[in-house]
């Protein structure tokens, strides 16, 4: 059983930075996509980034790109996001979640939340302005 557990959520203000860690357990990340979601009150699950197994290539969401950095320690079993310039439209629960990699499939296939099989227990991130 494979358990995630998300870090380093907090209250911060516009413009500032926060860094996100998910550590996992019970297997290593091989052969793993891993995905950043979030999920603001009265909002829907939305994708924020991933990155691949296959060459580590990574991928943003629209609203996040050139403001957040998702990285992979695969000797620890630890994914980050990097979160600077935030935004009070940032402010949301912040989801892990890994899924099973496969290079038939695209980049954006790995979007969908349907895609993953575990998830951590998320991680408030509150951004005042």
């Known amino acids: 059983q494979v358990q995630l557990v998300e870090s380093g959520g907090g209250l911060v203000q516009a413009g500032g930075s926060l860094r996100l860690s998910c550590a996992a357990s019970?297997?290593?990340?091989?052969?793993?996509?891993m995905g950043w979601f979030r999920q603001a009150p009265g909002k829907e699950r939305e994708f924020v980034a991933l990155?691949?197994?296959?060459?580590?290539?990574?991928y943003y969401a629209d609203s996040v790109k050139g403001r957040f950095t998702i990285s992979r320690d695969n000797a620890k079993n630890t994914m980050y996001l990097q979160m600077n310039s935030l935004k009070p439209e940032d402010t949301a629960v912040y989801y892990c979640?890994?899924?099973?990699?496969?290079?038939?499939?695209?980049?954006?296939?790995?979007?969908?939340?349907?895609?993953?099989?575990?998830w951590g227990q998320g991680t408030q991130v509150t951004v005042s302005s």
């Open positions: 979640a890994s899924g099973a990699d496969s290079r038939y499939y695209s980049g954006d296939y790995y979007y969908s939340a349907s895609r993953y099989n575990y």
């Open positions: 019970g297997r290593t990340f091989s052969n793993c996509v």
């Open positions: 990155i691949r197994w296959w060459g580590s290539t990574t």
